[in-house]
């Protein structure tokens, strides 16, 4: 038996992009998945994608916003243990910061830290009483390095990072890490759709685009280049597995080398 036979793990926002990259490196390592979406749809579509990659651990679906308090509810009854809760779900969306409205500081706040608040609230004590758990908040390099055109964003990508060392204070002595990864420019559905909008209405390339925004956008990059949904999941699987058991209060970075920084 390996460490991953019979854990179970929710991963937020799985049904595309980095959640589903997470899931899939999750699941292919026999551990059982909770595949979550906002429609039962893309949970559905999501399910078959991974069953027919040949998954090796069992999957779950639940269709349910965690931007919500009722979607939280709904997930808690429907599954109310987890070995593995990965908070992944999350928003985005540029704009100027005179431009930025309460409604909107509300609602990148809610998504982007609240969702992760109200299922660790519900959770974390849970893997505490049992002695074992992982707990993953997926940030991103602009929780240091925050973006002139996102601001919102960015301050609540910061608190994704003081939410996961402080529940790592809570968990001292027992094999329940917790941790933060950040998390750079990833090739997504979501910029993937965004890159080919540019290039059309550039008249260019998808990979002139992609140089321009590493030479002008994220100069830093030592890679140049975006990163791909699979090596955030595989990262995150690794986190999440008994390999990475003294890892815990941490921000850790899978970031391409953005962040001008060597810690």
Not at 24 to 51: C, F, M, S
Not at 160 to 170: H, K, N, P, S, W
Not at 226 to 237: C, M, N, S, T, Y
Request: charged share 20%; proline share 3%.
């Amino acid at each position: 038996m390996t460490d991953s036979q019979h854990r179970l793990a929710l991963v937020t926002g799985s049904t595309a992009g980095i959640g589903f990259a997470i899931a899939e490196k999750l699941v292919r390592q026999g551990v059982d998945v909770i595949v979550n979406g906002r429609t039962p749809a893309r949970v559905d579509e999501a399910i078959a994608r991974l069953a027919a990659l040949g998954a090796s651990g069992r999957l779950y679906g639940v269709a349910a916003d965690v931007a919500t308090v009722s979607g939280v509810d709904a997930i808690c009854a429907a599954f109310p243990k987890v070995d593995i809760l990965v908070n992944n779900f999350g928003i985005f969306g540029p704009k100027d910061f005179p431009d930025i409205t309460d409604d909107d500081w509300n609602g990148m706040w809610i998504a982007n830290v609240m969702s992760g608040v109200r299922l660790s609230r519900h959770y974390f004590p849970l893997m505490l009483n049992q002695k074992y758990g992982r707990v993953i908040f997926i940030s991103s390099e602009s929780a240091l390095q925050i973006p002139a055109d996102v601001i919102h964003y960015g301050v609540s990508k910061t608190a994704q990072l003081a939410l996961a060392r402080g529940l790592a204070e809570l968990a001292v002595g027992a094999d329940v890490t917790v941790n933060a990864v950040l998390v750079g420019p990833t090739r997504s559905e979501g910029m993937g759709a965004i890159l080919k909008q540019m290039a059309e209405a550039g008249h260019s390339t998808e990979a002139e685009v992609e140089r321009y925004f590493f030479d002008e956008v994220r100069p830093t990059s030592l890679l140049k280049r975006f990163l791909r949904p699979e090596e955030i999941g595989a990262f995150v699987a690794f986190l999440a597995s008994e390999a990475a058991s003294g890892i815990t209060g941490a921000a850790l970075r899978a970031d391409g080398g953005v962040v001008k920084s060597v810690i």
